[in-house]
Nanobody, 110 residues
Framework: HVQLVESGGGSVQTGGSLRLSCSAS????????MGWFRQVPGKEREGVAY???????RYSDSVKGRFTISRDNIENILYLQMNSLKSEDTALYYC?????WGQGTQVTVS
């Protein structure tokens, strides 16, 4: 099965930026949909960004205009560029490819 490893999380001030990366152990380009989810303890997991096989993207209203999802088709890496970060973006972020989930990377905005 596909192994996914996220990186790029950390602590940042309000208004700052981070770029999350998700490295896949095998070719992910044939997957219909890949995405990023986030979860805060005590709250439901939220899907924030998706990228489809043809390259179209979709975002939750909470991040639209601030986050950008992209992928490197050669290196099999999924990215999430996060700009204008807010305290409410603080969460554990997961990448998802098909039915496979990464272990998560923590983003803290203060």
């Amino acid at each position: 099965h596909v192994q996914l490893v996220e990186s790029g999380g950390g602590s940042v001030q309000t208004g700052g930026s981070l770029r999350l990366s998700c490295s896949a152990s095998e070719d992910i380009n044939s997957n219909y949909c890949m995405g990023w989810f986030r979860q805060v303890p005590g709250k439901e997991r939220e899907g924030v960004a998706y990228i489809f096989r043809a390259g179209s993207t979709r975002y939750s209203d909470s991040v639209k205009g601030r986050f950008t999802i992209s992928r490197d088709n050669i290196e099999n890496i999924l990215y999430l560029q996060m700009n204008s970060l807010k305290s409410e973006d603080t969460a554990l972020y997961y990448c998802v490819v098909s039915k496979y989930w990464g272990q998560g990377t923590q983003v803290t905005v203060s």
